[in-house]
Each structure stands twice: as structure tokens, then as C-alpha cells.
């Protein structure tokens, strides 16, 4: 796309440049074009469009810093550049994983995944190559990513059992999970969602419960039409057992999300803005690989490196934001290895 290819060169472009010698007006243009973007009136374009160049120039100033070899991962423009970290926080992030109570998100599920100290592990792996991970998928301007990663590990769980591919209905968990607590848009918690699945006794497909995006009150779960059910889930916490549980499948995950993350395009994500603690998980994703990267040392010194281990990771948010809808993260960085969750299934 012209328009993308425009953008790697924009960096350079801005790179100690006066305001005035680019052209916003131009680039504000290609950006609504290409992600399809309208408003309702001249005012908030123009809202919108200052909101635009000030991200802009948050992306140019990191990419500058990577260029450098001061940072380990890129920036770029994608959808969310229009918006505020808050407005990005408040429609596409999971609302309950910030007001749920620190002690029962840890209360943990029937089975506690732990590392055998005698396990072999490779240095990478990627799932995706063993055609267990279905496609990237988009929650839209819902807080349901709870759903998305949810389905992502259900579907993997199936496709490692049977050798088919199916496609699940986040729908499905998002009007008929109020029961285990799980709030539609506004957030829930993945081990509450496998729970519900075993309470309906299935999960549908998404072309039976197709997805809207919203939120609903009314559950159109259909027994005969389920797909597959869920005997059991684990949950996994720490480094050594995370890698254990992602080397044997798709695992649902919590992070937590800074402004940083918002623009991610490519490379292994780092941020010292991130607070790393329980409470500020707010994100569900799924990790479905590992490897090692050699990466810049944060230094004035230029030609300084380092190997960093990192998880693979898949978001719901498009295959246009980061590297087709994945991310690289380094170890140990925004809580990604505090809790995360994989479940048991049984065919129906």
C-alpha cells in the first residue's frame, strides 16, 4: 500500500524538521483514506486530526530513538493514531480486568500448570507454523479482547486434537458469560469465560453466533449446535512455567497496556511504562511462541547489543496493527507472564 510505504519514510522526513515542512494536511488525508475514517462534524475533525499530529509526532520522536539503536522496537501509524491512550483505553481495553479484585484474579483454576525441571525446551517456537492458531481477528471499538482470547485458545486446544480447523463465536461468551461476572464490552476474565463454556456444556461456531460487537443480555446459545466443550482449564504464573505451558499450547493471557503498545509496529516491545504490577493488567492476548532476538542496548553508545529471550504474541486488534496483528515482547515486561490460562476440551 502506497500509503504505508509512505509512512516508513516519514521519520526520516520529520527528523528536526520545522512544522511547517511537511505537509499534515496531506498525510491526515492518506490516514483517513486508508482506515476508512469519517466524523460527524468539521469540529471533531479537527479534534481528531491535532490528536493525529501529536501521535505522529510521538512516533517519529521513538523511531528517531530506533534508529539510533536507542530502542528495540518501531512505531507506526495505524487506526488508533486519531485517538487519545485514554480514549484508546476506555473502547478497545478489558474495563474489568481494572476494577476486578486483585485476589480473585489469582485465586487460580482446578489445575495449576508447573514446570517439570527436566523438560527440554526449544529456543523458538512458533505455533503458527504447526497451523494451530487461526487467523487474527478484530474485537473492534469493544473491550471484549476477554472473548478473543478465550476462543483463540479453544480453537488451538480443538485444532491440536482433531487436526481441523474451526472457528469459534466470541458472541457466544459475550452475552451468555454474565452469570461467571464477565461484563460483554466492559471486560471479563478468560478462566470465568472457560467456565462458562462448561456451564452451556459447548461453545458455538462464529458463523452460527456470528459477532456484533456489542453488548447483549440475551444468550442464543444453541445446545445441538455447539462445537466443543471445556473438561477442565490451568492456570499458569512465572516465567519457567509460562514457557512450559506455551511450548505445549496456545495460552490466554493478561498484560498490561501503556500508550507505547498503542503504536507498535515491529521489532521486540520493551517499555519502561509499563507499572508491571497485578492491578495494572488490562489487555488479554494469547501467547503462541518464544524466541531470542538480539536487540539494541538502551545506551548513548551506538553498536551495542543484546539477546533478550520473547513471547510471541497474537492481538485482536487486526492484522493491521503490528507485525500482521502479532508482537514480539521481551520477557519480564508488562506483567505477560503474571497469569495466564489454557483449557481442557472435550469433543461433542
Known sequence: MIFLILLLAIPAELHGADEKSFDINKLWSFFKNEFQKTYYSDREERFRMNI?????????????????????????????????????????????????????????????????????????????????????????????????????????AYMKKTGNKTTLSEQNLMDCSWAEGNLGCNGGWMSDAYRTVTRLGGIMSAADYPYAGRDSISCKYTQSKAVLGVENYATVDGLANMKSAVAKTNVAVAMEVDNKFQHYKNGVFKSSGCKNTPKSLNHAVNLVGFGKAVIPVNTTRDGESTEVDYWLLRNSWSNSWGESGYARIQTGQCGIEFVGFYPIIKLI
Open 52 to 156: 493525529f499530529a501529536s501521535n505522529l509526532g510521538t512516533i517519529n520522536a521513538h523511531n528517531d530513538r530506533a534508529e539510533k539503536g536507542l530502542e528495540s522496537f518501531t512505531m507506526g501509524v495505524n487506526k488508533f493514531s486519531d485517538l487519545t491512550f485514554d480514549e484508546f483505553s476506555s473502547k478497545y481495553l478489558g474495563g474489568r480486568f481494572r476494577s476486578k479484585g486483585f485476589s480473585s484474579w489469582f485465586l487460580g483454576g482446578p489445575i495449576n500448570h508447573l514446570a517439570d525441571p527436566s523438560e527440554s525446551l526449544p529456543d523458538f517456537l512458533d505455533w503458527r507454523e504447526s497451523g494451530i492458531v487461526s487467523s487474527v481477528k478484530n474485537q473492534g471499538a469493544c473491550g471484549s479482547c476477554w472473548s478473543f482470547s478465550t476462543v483463540s485458545s479453544l480453537e488451538s
